[in-house]
């Protein structure tokens, strides 16, 4: 029967904001394990028009999940990860942090990757590359608004970010570098850059600012330890995502097959609920994905 007015209201106000929500989908934090950040937001850099945005990042106390390339230990003081992270990984073209750039275990994409090489594809032409990111605890100073939020998680290209702040960093009179994520005024500094209207909201401009306060004690507290909110997933997880939920070897699919349903069930869970492009998968492509995968196969074996 045709819905009452009353019922088209209350379900397009949801609908509504569930688009309103993904309107800016931002693929790159789809590691990013929302159930650990609490109340604190991911921010996205929006494109700035004349006024620069500025940020203070805010250090943290290092958990025992760094990536091994960071050489940070439990305990140590911190105010970034900076990862390898897989993008456009399979049909639902998810982020996956590479296990094997990370922390030393084997990579389903990272094989994916070499094998085609192998086959002559041009390593710039292959969309699921580890690309080097980087997350940092902020603190967006732009306005009052901003500046209220307290703090929010960024994830930013290093090449973007953290590789000109480094550069920065260095001070030509002494040789040594500065601290920028450093609390106290005397030494730390707020960061200042523009964003690009591009597609790929390049990052320019850099530059510190001196800072006439500390960095709170409140603040201090709501940084999160970084380490410890990404998602790391199995061997077995990633095959899923790099091949589609009908993916995995033939070989080893009739094991795989008992355990999937609750291990998806599982992931599912796992990530946030408005990330839906991670789980629904326009069925077309994820056909004509097992196509190109059952051909490759055939051609393998
Ligand atoms: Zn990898």
Redesign the pocket.
Known sequence: MAKTFEQMKKELLERTKKNYDRREPDMGSSFIDRDKIGDLKIWRAAPTKGNPHIIDIIPFVAGDNFPTHNQIEEGNIAYCVDL?V?QNVGPSKSSVI????NYGEP?P??EE?EELVKEGVEWKEIPIV?KRRVIYNVVVMDDEKTESAGVQIWDVSYKYMEDPILALSKSARTGGVIAFAAPDKSEGKSIAFDVGNDTYRKITGHRFEARDYDIPNDILEQAVQLDQILIIMSEDEIKKILYGSSGGSSKEEHEEKEERSSSRRSRTTRTEPDDVQDHEEPKEEEKKRKKIINQKRAVKS
């Open positions: 390898w897989h590479c296990p094997a750039k990579c994409i990272c990757v580890p």
